[in-house]
């Protein structure tokens, strides 16, 4: 009996200790998320299986990319599953390449501060994607988080195999001129951007979404082609307002009077108003004031910052946004084909004359006397055909680089891939992760968590599993002692 026991130890302690040896070779992880997010979508894995060749997913990283963005672990992870999935994933050392050959590759350091026990420094880092499918490369020049990761992989292997079989992928922009921002973000998400020119010498192609920004170059004629277009079941997306303003100069308003665009979208059951939407939720800004002594921040209600909880985050159309910056925006009154999508607070007002948008006004004064209620900005429909309308012309133009509100931009994406049925796609984008903030202010403290985490894995636990084991074993052979 008393050899049995020995035995039984014997076996406990080795299958441990082959545990521990085994648990450093074999890749394991369990994603216990509500929504999965740390674990590839059904979407993402049947695309890879439909791909008919080899995917490669190259990560050029600095050796101590962990130290300065320490999300580079689930970075790791992710890529793993894509391994796993049949394709081929390899990771590069950037300490052992030239520079040149790594701009070649179309990757991007980033320069941060490094503080040492001696000596404040500055080095660049590396972490940078390279996807490769049959020959052609799409490249994310720097990376440092798993947020959206899996939408940029699976957007760019789409591109690939997009232009492999030749399919084209385009959109068409109507603009006043404000459109170089838009172009470029287009661009990077895989569209072919077609600019038009007025005037518009023939109908517009159903099978190509069009963004149109701004009015004031579209009169009754070539409203009359978008018309037909819509009627026709056309895709498209509008920024336009009810108003103009002096952008360049000292930022007056002016209701604009006969517009055929905004007459034309009427007749399609949206009316956009000759007004001013003001919300207390809005942008600080920075200003010299009037007496040029000093610069003091104003917060202006006619740049009204919709929130998330004014979203509708159900919507494909609001996927990984958080919120969006408007600038001077007018309201929304849409018929029952147009869902609302977006709104001011519940303290949004409209101003519908004597404007006066000068920031240094006691603008606040107008929400103890205005009606104060929600106001859309962004409304929406699918039937007859997919359409969006954003009442605010500057959303997107290089107004936002007063405000780097760069989420402007992707909401405009959404909404082309929405025009382009690319659901799934857009799905990926609610995949964020959250992860604890830790700031490290030198090497040491990052040492002094590593030798910790070391400690309580590979020693603490293993010991207190092996006094568990012993303590049940213990307990079992004094339990058969007292029966014998």
């Known amino acids: 009996m008393k050899n049995e026991y020995k035995l039984q130890f014997v076996l406990l302690t080795s299958l441990l200790v082959l545990f521990l040896c085994l648990s450093n070779i074999w890749y394991l992880r369990c994603d216990i998320t509500e929504k999965k997010i740390y674990t590839l979508s059904t979407y993402t894995k049947e695309l890879l299986k ?22 580079t672990q689930y970075l790791y992870d992710l890529l793993k599953e894509f ?43 590396y972490s940078g994607i390279v996807i490769q499918l049959r020959g052609l490369t799409r490249v994310i020049p720097f990376i440092a988080s798993i947020s959206n990761l899996e939408y940029d992989i699976v957007n760019f292997i789409l591109q ?45 192609r159903l099978d190509v979404p069009l963004v149109v920004i701004g009015s004031k170059q579209i009169d009754k004629e070539v409203a009359s082609y978008i018309d037909v277009f819509l009627k026709k079941k056309g895709r498209a997306v509008f920024f336009v307002s009810g108003n103009i303003i002096d952008i360049k100069g000292d930022w007056s308003a002016k209701k604009k009077a006969n517009d055929a665009l905004i007459e034309m979208l009427a007749t399609h059951g949206l ?26 921040t104003i917060n202006y209600p006619f740049w009204p910052t919709l929130l998330q ?40 007002i409209i101003l519908e004359k004597d404007y006066n ?26 039937n007859p055909s997919r359409m969006v309308v954003i009442s605010d012309e500057n959303m997107i133009s290089n107004a936002i680089e007063y405000t780097d509100s760069s989420s402007n ?41 590593v030798r910790q985490a070391r400690i309580f894995c590979f020693a603490v636990v293993p010991f207190l599993i092996l006094v568990g084991s012993i303590y049940f074993f213990i307990m079992r052979r004094l339990k058969n002692n007292a029966t014998t």
């Open 50 to 71: 439909s791909i008919d060749s080899t995917l490669q997913i190259s990560w050029f990283r600095s050796s101590d990319i962990s130290s300065f963005a320490g999300e």
């Open 83 to 125: 391994e796993f999935l049949g394709c081929a994933v390899k990771l590069y050392n950037t300490d052992d390449i030239e520079e040149k050959k790594l701009y070649d590759l179309g990757l991007s350091p980033q320069s941060i501060q490094a503080t040492t026990m001696h000596r404040n420094t500055t080095q660049n880092i």
């Open 160 to 204: 690939l195999d997009d232009e492999y079989k030749k399919v084209p992928n385009r959109v068409a922009i109507l603009s006043d001129g404000n459109d170089e921002y838009i172009k470029r973000w287009l661009t990077y998400a895989g569209f072919s951007v077609d600019k038009l020119s007025l005037p518009l010498k023939e109908e517009l």
């Open 271 to 296: 009316e956009i108003g000759s007004d001013l939407v003001l919300d207390i939720a809005n942008y600080p800004i920075k200003m010299t004031s009037e007496d040029g002594s000093n610069t003091q």
């Open 309 to 348: 909880e004014n979203i509708d985050l159900k919507n494909i159309l609001s996927s990984g946004i958080v919120s969006l910056q408007t600038f001077w925006p007018s309201s929304i009154i849409a018929n029952e084909k147009w869902k609302e999508l977006i709104t001011t607070t519940k303290e949004g």
């Open 357 to 382: 948008t000068d920031p240094f006004a006691n603008l606040f004064s107008l929400f103890s006397v205005l009606e104060k209620n929600k106001r859309c900005v962004v409304a929406y429909r699918e």
């Open 409 to 449: 931009l992707e909401f405009a994406v959404n909404c082309v891939q929405w025009l382009s049925n690319k659901d799934n796609l857009l799905e990926l984008k609610n995949k964020k992760h959250v992860l604890p903030v830790f700031r490290f202010y030198n090497e040491e403290d990052v040492y002094s968590i």
